[in-house]
């Protein structure tokens, strides 16, 4: 019985470095399924650089309103232009007019093309809107629907 008792320990400490071994492994495995995983979604997923643009009150706001009406349209003229370009993504007014007037997503080389496509607009040329210029990086050709 005596000559059990070391063959029984030997037993129990193999079974238990045996066991902690085996999930160690099965940890390993696993960072690696979720890293080929997360790879794989890297380079499927492909991202683009876009521009944000946010409107302010410019310095120049109390046009009376024939000359706002005429200054609102070359700015919508301008929208389109830019839609028409491609290089418009997305516009829009705020429906709460505070310190921000509304937005537009570009699609420009850099902050200097986005800012000279923006300085066209008669809101900006008449000091009507003042303009501040983000990067934005969101899925190439994400669409709303």
């Not at 005596?2 to 129990?12: D, Q, R, S, T, Y």
Request: aromatic letters at 10%; glycine letters at 6%.
């Amino acid at each position: 019985m005596a000559k059990l008792i070391p063959v029984f320990l030997l037993g129990v400490f193999l079974t238990f470095v045996i066991a902690s071994f085996s999930s160690r492994l099965q940890q390993h495995k696993a960072k690696r399924n979720i890293s080929a995983v997360t790879d794989t979604v890297a380079k499927t997923t492909i991202v683009q650089q876009y521009w944000m643009v946010f409107f302010k009150d410019g310095a120049n706001t109390k046009q009376d309103p024939a000359s706002a009406a005429l200054i609102d349209e070359g700015h919508i003229l301008h929208i389109r232009r830019l839609v028409e370009d491609g290089r418009m993504i997305l516009a829009g007014a705020f429906a709460d007019y505070d310190a921000m007037r509304g937005m537009y997503v570009l699609k420009a080389a850099d902050s200097l093309e986005a800012v000279s496509l923006v300085k066209g607009d008669t809101a900006v040329l008449t000091g009507r809107l003042q303009f501040e210029v983000k990067p934005w990086w969101t899925a190439r050709n994400c669409l709303f629907k």
